[in-house]
């Protein structure tokens, strides 16, 4: 099953690359959005910052295994 989904998203990449090629906005605002691929390898990018900078904040807001712990103050 999983073998037949990956053959599926396959596909459906190619076919959106080769869309792509066909589909070009001419009158993009900026030139580099003109470049054949440019919104695939844009979202891959970004989707690539999005996971490295959440590793990065892991690192930085990650609390202790007893964080939420309860606390007993015995009086």
């Not at 396959?10 to 030139?31: C, D, G, N, Q, R």
Request: charged residues 20%.
């Amino acid at each position: 099953m999983v073998k037949k989904l990956w053959i599926l998203f396959s596909i459906v990449l190619i076919a959106t690359l080769i869309a792509e090629v066909y589909y070009m906005h001419p009158h993009a605002k900026f030139e580099i959005a003109n470049t054949p691929f440019f919104h695939a390898i844009f979202g891959f990018g970004s989707c690539a910052a999005i996971v490295i900078v959440s590793k990065v904040l892991g690192i930085f807001l990650k609390r202790k295994e007893d964080y939420y712990k309860e606390v007993r103050h015995d009086e």
